[in-house]
């Protein structure tokens, strides 16, 4: 067993996630390599010391140019906003130090092009986080789907839906502000990686997008809000299957809408995030009487279930998620060998959401 330093950038939602996480990680999988919580670093010298303390870092940093300089860092986790990304994970890669940042990669498309890039310079491990699609439902219905268990595939439908900004009369924030914290740049992300984890690449799509509420109260008055609260997407996949994704921040009582559903010629998958321990799987086979959708609790026969219960139908939650991207890591880390998602699936996720805003204004379909 090795340790290996961390540094964490952000200390807020999912920092604290990936604190928890890097501190269960080797209890849960008995990692060879076990990560020692070395430097914190967040939006003030002030709050890094608060989150230090709370969390179980050794050590607060003042900036996270200090944090990544750290000869005891030997591994960067990025959990800071979109546009913070490109020049933390340039400045590590510059040390030769192995990089995890939180999805999207970067604020804009071209962010994620200089970080890949910087990847592939370095040499060094990177990968991106999208938790969603390691629960250990999507990781069978992958399996499921990869081994040809429901055919040929037909369709694909899916959402990322959630309500926190379904009531005009919440005020403006910064969630409110920069494409980059928009619907397309903060729930589309998930679902479109996990299109792309489940039936490979996006050929062509048309999109709409759209801000439902215009203006918010502000500290003096109604303020402008200048990105998106819901879009849409067609698509065509490379394989020639068709595809619809919906992505909406103001889905009135959705809370965890990630959902999907998979058809094809012998049978279809039902997936829902807000009952993330379950999949529903149709076969076409048997009497047509007696054929329907079955509900398939998961258990320590699906995948990266085991480590953390020994109970069928007791369930993982959220922070489970985070706890196997973590264990990936460290991983790809100690193997030398990177593991998926990659800063380059990160950009293929961004491609994606670039050309649906292109498409957007008048819905042309587009290439990705």
């Known amino acids: 067993m090795t340790e290996i330093g ?58 996270w140019e200090e944090l990544v300089a750290d000869p005891k860092v030997e591994a960067v986790v990025i959990a800071s906003p979109q546009a913070t990304h490109r020049a933390i994970a340039q400045a590590a890669f510059s040390l030769g130090k192995p990089v995890f940042c939180e999805k999207p990669l970067g604020a804009s498309l071209d962010d994620a092009k200089a970080m890949v890039e910087a990847a592939r310079q370095a040499k060094v491990t990177n990968m991106v986080g999208f938790n969603y699609v390691r629960t250990p439902a ?23 839906t959630e309500d926190f900004l379904a009531d005009p009369a919440l005020p403006s924030t910064w969630r409110t502000k920069d494409i980059a914290n928009g619907t397309m740049g903060d729930l589309s992300p998930h679902m479109i990686n996990c299109a792309l984890a489940l039936l490979g690449p996006i050929e062509r799509l048309s999109a709409l997008v759209e801000t439902v509420h215009k203006s918010r109260p502000g500290a003096t008055g109604p ?9 849409q997407i067609m698509c065509r996949f490379a394989r020639g299957v068709m595809g619809h994704m919906y992505f909406s921040r103001v889905a009135t009582g959705r809370k965890m809408g990630y959902a999907y ?108």
Not at 9 to 30: E, I, P, T
Not at 139 to 160: C, D, K, S, T, Y
Not at 319 to 327: G, S
Request: with cysteine; net charge negative; charged share 20%.
């Open 223 to 231: 303020e402008a809000v200048t990105n998106d609260d819901h879009a």
């Open 6 to 63: 961390i540094g964490l950038v952000g200390g807020g939602y999912m920092g604290k996630a990936h604190a928890v996480a890097l501190s269960a990680v080797g209890a849960v999988f008995d990692t060879p390599l076990r990560p020692r919580l070395e430097l914190i670093a967040a939006g003030s010298a002030s709050s890094a010391e608060r989150y230090a303390r709370a969390y179980g870092f050794a050590r607060a940093a003042k900036s």
């Open 261 to 368: 559903e998979v058809h094809g010629t012998k049978g279809a998958i039902r997936f829902d995030q807000e009952d993330q321990n379950a999949i529903w799987l149709y076969r076409a086979e048997g009497p047509e009487a007696e054929r329907g959708f079955r509900k398939i609790l998961t258990g320590p026969s699906h995948p990266d279930y085991l480590p953390f219960c020994q109970g069928p139908g007791h369930g993982t939650g959220y922070q489970d998620q985070i706890i196997i991207e973590a264990r990936d890591f460290l991983d790809a880390i100690h193997s030398g060998k990177n593991v998926w998602p990659t800063f380059a699936d990160g950009l293929s996720v961004w491609q994606v959401v670039d050309a649906a805003l292109r498409s957007a204004p008048d819905g042309r379909w587009l290439d990705v």
């Open 138 to 160: 999507t990781q069978f219905a992958r399996n499921l789907i990869a081994e040809g268990a429901i055919g040929e595939i037909v369709w694909f439908r899916g959402e990322h």
